[in-house]
């Protein structure tokens, strides 16, 4: 069941990086964070095969002690290994997104040296809790995904991940039928939290699929370079 709720939003202000040491213009870079399980790596391995032949793309994972979603994208063949970096972050997810960006800002720099020049970086977060945001100096605007298995009440709990994300995600709305989650209720209660900040109810096992979050991935990029 696909349930589309998405507003529009104005992008974020251009970073006062927005630029290359060469003058050109850098990869816009869009962060996905949310807790574990919510399906992080599927959206982003699903983002891959519907943008790959329209952008220059490429993704920086992030995990704590292993490769293991990077692994995921590479078996999937969802982009050529080139355009695939791993970030061990031997640390909270939080502090590799948020606190200490380094060894991500060097990864996504790493990218656009090596493959470059792309149009998008895809950052994917670790799983953390709902209060995982990424820092501005990393990120040009981020998604939150969250899954209905998790509970129907995360939207009307908060936290800065739901409350701030420039783009909600609701996964896996398919199996709100079987863990009694109400799809209604958590558009109301994310609407209460956001306002006119956009939410997209998403299945990746529907027709429909990542659409939504790819066009609005889209527009990002369109407005980055407008």
Not at 116 to 131: A, K, M, Q, R, Y
Not at 180 to 194: F, I, N, V, W, Y
Not at 209 to 221: F, H, I, K, L, T
């Amino acid at each position: 069941m696909h349930l589309d709720h998405t507003h529009h939003h104005a992008s974020a202000s251009v970073s006062a990086d927005a630029r290359r040491a060469d003058g050109r213009r850098r990869a816009v870079r869009i962060g996905v964070g949310g807790p574990v399980g919510s399906g992080k790596t599927a959206t982003v391995a699903a983002l891959c095969r519907v943008l790959r032949d329209e952008l220059s793309l490429a993704v920086v994972t992030n995990d704590i002690y292993t490769r293991e979603d990077a692994e995921f994208l590479l078996r999937e063949a969802v982009l050529p290994p080139e355009r695939i970096a791993a970030v061990e972050t031997g640390a909270c997810p939080h502090t590799a997104i948020r606190d200490d960006i380094s060894a991500n800002l060097e990864a996504v720099e790493d990218l656009e040296d090596q493959v470059g020049p792309l149009d998008l970086i895809l950052v994917e977060s670790g799983g953390d809790n709902l209060t995982a945001t990424f820092s501005r100096g990393l990120v040009d605007a981020q998604i939150f995904v969250i899954d209905v298995a998790g509970g129907d009440d995360i939207p009307r709990k908060g936290g800065p991940g739901v409350t701030t994300a420039d783009l909600l995600v609701v996964n896996k709305t398919d199996l709100a039928p079987h863990v009694g989650s109400d799809l209604g209720r958590m558009a109301a209660d994310a609407k209460a939290q956001r306002s006119e900040l956009p939410v997209v109810f998403q299945s990746l096992r529907s027709a429909v699929g990542v659409a939504d979050v790819a066009a609005w991935v889209r527009e990002r990029v369109v407005a980055w370079n407008g």
